[in-house]
T-cell receptor, first 111, second 111 residues
Framework: RKEVEQDPGPFNVPEGATVAFNCTYS??????FFWYRQDCRKEPKLLMS???SGNEDGRFTAQLNRASQYISLLIRDSKLSDSATYLC????????????FGAGTRLAVHP | SQTIHQWPATLVQPVGSPLSLECTVE??????LYWYRQAAGRGLQLLFY??????ISSEVPQNLSASRPQDRQFILSSKKLLLSDSGFYLC??????????FGSGTRLTVV
């Protein structure tokens, strides 16, 4: 089983829609989680960190389900500028803090 | 404030030629540093990480090597490039307990 699994998409949604991505992880020792956003041909940028059951930042909400080993990202009121690939990254302490990235979920928001 | 610099932004090199990509970090000391590669349409693959000067760990056997001659300098090298070395190379460092911050990347095309 892969360490991180995400639906590659693409998710095609209209502006204003609410969209949710799920990410499953295999290592139950993962303690914190990160969502990154990567625009086409650009470096990934940290969108949100999750250290407990979830986190909310404006239109973005992350929810963590440790029992089922998945984390979700909810985007409300989608904007054209939200179009990007969203990468889920679980992290466990030790191991020199290596982060293992999934391939990501592609979101395309259209007018 | 902390910043990470990576250059060059793009590079076209012939098969069999050498490679040297440089990454430097400012505004911090003794950072954990990482090199990732992203092939076209794929996820990020961890290549090397370093926890200090002269300390390099390799994640994937390959045609590449890394060095850390100074605390805030991380270099990715190859003696002879292969076509399969083409990709988007990203340097990153970890800010405390948070996620990584990436450099702007080098897009390498081996021809």
């Amino acid at each position: 089983r892969k360490e991180v699994e995400q639906d590659p998409g693409p998710f095609n949604v209209p502006e204003g829609a609410t969209v949710a991505f799920n990410c499953t992880y295999s290592n139950s020792a993962s303690q914190s989680f990160f969502w990154y956003r990567q625009d086409c041909r650009k470096e990934p940028k940290l969108l949100m960190s999750v250290y407990s059951s979830g986190n909310e930042d404006g239109r973005f909400t992350a929810q963590l389900n440790r029992a089922s080993q998945y984390i979700s990202l909810l985007i409300r009121d989608s904007k054209l500028s939200d179009s990007a690939t969203y990468l889920c990254v679980p992290h466990r302490s030790g191991g020199y803090n290596k982060l293992i990235f999934g391939a990501g979920t592609r979101l395309a928001v259209h007018p | 404030s902390q910043t990470i610099h990576q250059w060059p932004a793009t590079l076209v090199q012939p098969v069999g030629s050498p490679l040297s990509l440089e990454c430097t970090v400012e505004g911090t000391s003794n950072p954990n540093l990482y090199w990732y590669r992203q092939a076209a349409g794929r996820g990020l693959q961890l290549l090397f990480y370093s926890v200090g000067i002269g300390q390099i760990s390799s994640e994937v056997p390959q045609n590449l090597s890394a060095s850390r001659p100074q605390d805030r300098q991380f270099i990715l090298s190859s003696k002879k490039l292969l076509l399969s070395d083409s990709g988007f190379y990203l340097c990153a460092w970890r800010q405390g307990a948070g996620g990584y911050t990436f450099g702007s990347g080098t897009r390498l095309t081996v021809v």
